[in-house]
């Protein structure tokens, strides 16, 4: 089993930045890939970006709708990973979720997920 803690969410202007931190706990083995997701009110829950933890740097992948603002990365020693947001835009508005699976393969669809985060609102406004 393991248990994530989100933080870092909170309000911004279009064109600023948040970082959001998931401190996460428990068996590595089951957290060898997590991601950052997302949902907004009225629509499905979306894959953000993703890390491999279990080696080196990790590998990372993001949806289209973020790639070249928002960079994902990991404190293997805090066992903490990170989602810097820049160029904040209105419609990344929405809960961001902090998710973590056991196999270590690169994946943004949320359902292969077993274990999450409570969640943390960011606001941006225009």
């Known amino acids: 089993q393991v248990q994530l803690a989100e933080s870092g969410g909170g309000s911004a202007q279009a064109g600023g930045s948040l970082r959001l931190s998931c401190a996460a706990s428990?068996?590595?083995?089951?957290?060898?890939?997590m991601g950052w997701f997302r949902q907004a009110p009225g629509k499905e829950r979306e894959g953000v970006a993703n890390i491999t933890t279990a080696f080196g740097d990790g590998d990372t992948s993001y949806a289209d709708s973020v790639k070249g603002r928002f960079t994902i990365s990991q404190d293997a020693a805090k066992a903490t990973i990170y989602l810097q947001m820049n160029g904040l835009k209105p419609e990344d508005t929405a809960t961001y979720y902090c998710?973590?699976?056991?196999?270590?393969?690169?994946?943004?669809?949320?359902?292969?997920?077993?274990?999450w985060g409570q969640g943390t609102q960011v606001t941006v406004s225009s």
């Open positions: 998710a973590a699976r056991g196999e270590p393969l690169k994946t943004l669809e949320a359902r292969l997920y077993k274990n």
């Open positions: 428990g068996s590595p083995s089951s957290r060898r890939c």
